[in-house]
């Protein structure tokens, strides 16, 4: 095995933890919530916490593998993912296990940006779309196995299985990164910068606490001070930019409009989806009384639908360009979550069927091909610095998606029945789905852009 493909090989199987522990954990929340009794709400934060954590050690990422070198980065990154896996599966109250929780997505986010820039770096043009291929392929396997899995472990077993399972694949990452990467330190560094990412910090988390907040049983003014907070945190970052020779987010990379139409269509599909996902999860469960492990067979139909999809993505993308399958990719994920809108009853396996094959489809179209476009127009230190952005919003989406679903399915309860109320949050998640249609018009033809690389 070539060096490249090495290094490949360990984003995969870092990027393969991101995944799984998203999705399978997502299955175990109306067991741990039932078990910790603690209300929907509150028990998302076993998935918020985690991808909290994650985004907000991404930002620094890059300085640390240039201090202390990638393959020391890459290897504590796991070591410390293992030790917090096993801590989670020993909780004994739900506050340790948020705590340990967001120590796992420490551990966790230092691996995927470091990766990512290592291996994208080391495939360069027509290669990139290969690469993302594989990238996307990981990203269907594991949310097809992870939640049946997941769901047998939760049936047979303890949700705390569903955390310890993850440990053999983070040693098998910290022991290949510790003998494969030979990647050399950086001559000079610059001082990272501390201000820049106390206000990103604070800025995400303030947001998510807000989103998390509003809607539940509490305050209010509770939830409009965290978002009022966030959206002063983010002003402040944006005016401290600008002063800043070496910022932690480089906000001019957004003005690839491939960046900024990927970052939008990541939360209008993969953001929507896993907020959707997690509704969908205690509808079954709770309202039509599945078990664990029949809601989460529906994400093999889930993968299977986007594994078809990206195999096709990966041999027509050149030929037909992003936009167009950007919105084909938008339209067949909503068509899909609006079905979800029939379902009434257990008798109505059908009509879910559908439902996760289209979101399937059109998400597989829709997230490999933001994969693939996102840092094209990006070599070198940017494809860094653009990496630090993509996964920052690849993992807002994720919580932002889930957070701002939740929220609106319990406002709605206060005036609707249960089952309404998740139809009328369907709806809204698929119209929401849509609105990077709107955006479209900003992205270049593939003709032009080829006219582009030519000159």
Wanted: glycine share 8%; proline share 3%; charged share 10%.
């Amino acid at each position: 095995m070539t060096y490249r493909y090495k290094v490949a090989l360990i984003f995969l199987i870092g990027f393969f933890i991101d995944c799984i522990n998203i999705f399978m954990s997502a299955v175990a929340l109306p067991s741990i919530a039932h078990d910790m009794h603690v209300s929907t709400s509150s028990v998302a934060w076993v998935a918020n916490a985690y991808i909290l954590g994650l985004t907000l050690i991404i930002p620094v990422s890059t300085w640390l593998a240039g201090r202390f070198g990638s393959r020391e980065t890459l290897t504590a990154s796991m070591l410390v993912f293992s030790t917090a896996v096993w801590m989670c599966g020993m909780a004994g109250s739900f506050h340790e296990l948020v705590i340990w929780r967001f120590v796992q997505g420490i551990g966790g986010g230092l691996l995927i940006p470091v990766g990512q820039a290592l291996t994208f770096n080391l495939f360069q043009g027509p290669q990139r779309a290969k690469i993302s291929t594989l990238v996307m392929a990981v990203a269907l396997i594991a949310p097809a196995i992870s939640p049946t899995i997941g769901g047998v472990i939760v049936d047979s077993s303890s949700w705390r299985w569903v955390f310890h399972s993850n440990i053999p694949f983070s040693l098998i990452a910290a022991a290949l990164s510790w003998l494969w990467i030979k990647e050399a330190r950086p001559a000079s560094l610059a001082r990272p910068d501390i201000k820049g990412l106390l206000l990103v910090s604070a800025a995400l988390g303030s947001l998510l606490m807000g989103m998390s907040l509003y809607g539940g049983d509490y305050p209010p003014l509770a939830a409009l001070s965290c978002l009022m907070l966030g959206v002063t945190c983010v002003v402040l970052y944006v005016l401290h930019y600008r002063r800043c020779d070496n910022a932690i987010v480089e906000l001019s990379l957004l003005k690839s409009k491939k960046l900024s139409t990927s970052i939008f269509i990541y939360y209008a599909i993969p953001g929507v989806f896993t907020g959707v996902n997690l509704l969908s999860i205690f509808f079954l469960q709770n309202s039509l009384h599945f078990s664990a492990k029949l809601t989460g067979m529906f994400m093999i139909l889930y993968a299977s639908g986007a594994f078809i999809a990206m195999l096709v993505c990966g041999r027509v993308y050149n030929r037909f360009g992003a936009r167009r399958l950007f919105t084909l990719g938008m339209l067949l994920h909503s068509a899909g979550i609006a079905t979800l809108y029939l379902v009434d009853s257990a008798a109505d396996l059908p009509i879910i069927v559908i439902a996760y094959c289209l979101m399937g489809i059109g998400g597989g179209i829709g997230a490999n091909t933001a994969q693939t476009t996102s840092l094209m127009d990006f070599e070198g230190a940017d494809t860094h610095k653009g990496s630090v952005i993509w996964n920052i919003n690849r993992q807002m989406s994720f919580s932002i998606g889930a957070a701002l679903f939740l929220m609106i399915y319990n406002l709605l309860l206060a005036s609707l029945a249960s089952t309404p109320a998740y139809h009328l949050t369907f709806v809204i998640a698929a119209v929401m789905g849509l609105l990077p249609l709107l955006q479209m018009s900003n992205l270049t033809t593939q003709k032009e852009c080829h006219a582009q690389h030519n000159r």
